[in-house]
């Protein structure tokens, strides 16, 4: 059985990621949270986009002002008053200053700005004490961005200050990969939906709900198929169905040991390579892998979750979101976030295989603190995930990690 890292490193090298050439649309600025660049953005226009101040205060020539100081001030004629997004009309002068404000255009003829803070003004003459440094809180023009450099590589996910900088460059439209569509499929002849009357021995499908915000919070697109009874005819048929109408494939349920699992065998007649049936985690331990290929499309990658919804929603967390984030044109950072930091309570566990306590992560004091969710950590306890944030991970081999010692933590991105 491969280990939760062997299984994470096989995963990524099945995923091929969408195609920069044809899986991409242009969204606006206003649209783009979240979404993932298909190609680089070189910006047209320089950064400053021209010379212009950084305080409030006044433009004045250097040369005029390195003879000055409190024994000896130098007095200037003040020929303009500059506030921003004006552009100036006069050339500052030997014995003249501009008065200008944060942001505004330098003038001709000037080169360093002196601080309101550090003159004295008498009507249209200012009075200066000391030598400024010279070009002293001038913004230069592309100071910070030179025109034609890259400005953001393909593959980064949009957030606010990535927006800024679009929306700072012109470019107001942005080329970002279309969401990866994944379809989610529950199997098993007990489930019910939530407003459905419960017979005896039925339960909830609360997979297609937990695993279609999953997938949706991943930035992917969910298409709910429901469920469908363990029929081998039936679940074929939903698979081939899901197949058609996804980038990726989610099942849950019907992949263990039992007389009514059916998948794997399915899977393999509908022609799908199973490349992992099993890994040495807990819970999630029967999590089956397989790839569809077809003569025109991309590699379609398949995951048979384990039914119980402790299992499904570790194992997503663990392994299909990071193919999902690779899926979708992100160029890194496809792994979980592993934290360290120290539990609050005794964990335990049998050693046997990685075992996923469930619970909470916070930062106390610039360190993280791990707080077991209360009640039983039993896979089939789906209560007490409610509001969790984190996994601690206890490695095979490792029976217990007391109160106050240190743990890695999974850090959820729910
Ligand atoms: P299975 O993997 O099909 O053997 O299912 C394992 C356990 O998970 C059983 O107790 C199922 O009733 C339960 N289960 C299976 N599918 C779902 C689902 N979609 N939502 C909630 N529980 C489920
Ligand atoms: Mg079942």
Redesign the pocket.
């Known amino acids: 059985m491969l280990s939760a890292q062997e299984a994470e490193t096989l995963i990524l090298n099945l995923v091929q990621p969408l195609d920069a050439q044809q899986d991409w649309e242009q969204v606006s600025l206003t649209a783009a949270n979240g979404r993932i660049l298909a190609a680089p953005v070189t910006g047209n226009q320089d950064f400053p986009y021209w010379d212009n101040s950084a305080m409030d205060g006044y433009a004045v020539r250097y040369a005029d002002l390195v003879d000055c100081s409190p024994e000896k001030p130098i007095t200037l004629e003040i020929i303009e008053e500059i506030p921003a997004g004006m552009q100036p009309q006069k050339t500052v002068q030997t014995g003249q200053a501009s008065r200008i404000l944060t942001g505004a255009m330098l003038p001709q003829g000037a080169d360093t700005i002196v601080m309101q803070e550090e003159t004295q003004r008498e009507g249209d003459r200012v009075t200066l004490f000391a030598v400024p440094k010279p070009q002293a809180f001038v913004r230069h023009r592309g100071q910070f961005y030179q025109a034609g450099n890259p400005l953001l590589a393909a593959g980064i996910r949009l957030a606010a200050a990535d927006i800024a900088v679009l929306a700072t460059a012109q470019c107001p439209q942005v080329p970002v990969y279309r969401r990866p569509k994944v379809a989610i499929l ?3 002849d ?2 019910v939906t939530p407003d459905q009357p419960l017979q005896p021995g039925q ?6 709900y937990a695993l279609a915000v999953l997938v949706e919070v991943t930035g992917a697109e969910p298409i709910l198929l429901g ?1 469908v009874p363990d029929q081998p005819d039936q679940i074929k048929q939903a698979i081939r169905q899901a197949i058609n109408s996804a980038d990726m494939v989610l099942s ?5 040991v ?1 007389d009514y ?1 059916y998948v794997d065998r399915i899977l393999a007649e509908l022609g799908a390579e199973i490349h992992l049936r099993a890994v040495a985690v807990k819970p999630g331990k ?1 999590l089956t892998v397989a790839t569809f290929s077809t003569t025109n499309q991309a590699t379609q990658l398949y995951f048979g979750l ?4 402790v299992s499904a929603l570790v194992t997503f967390w663990r392994f299909v979101q990071p193919a999902l984030r690779k899926l979708s044109g992100l160029a890194s950072d496809w792994p979980p976030m592993f934290v360290q930091g120290r539990t609050t309570q005794d964990l335990r566990s049998d050693g046997k295989r990685e075992s996923y306590l469930w619970g909470q992560v916070r930062l106390v004091q610039g360190e993280f603190q791990f707080q077991l969710a209360g009640g039983a950590q039993n896979s089939g306890n789906l209560i007490n995930l409610a509001q969790i944030n984190g996994l601690a991970v206890l490695p095979i081999g490792t029976t217990q990690i007391s109160a106050g010692d240190s743990v890695q933590i999974l850090w959820l991105q729910t």
Request: overall charge negative.
């Open positions: 529950s199997t098993g007990e489930l339960i909830v499908d609360s997979n297609q469920s849950s349920g019907g992949v263990s039992g699992d029967p384990p039914g119980n919804p």
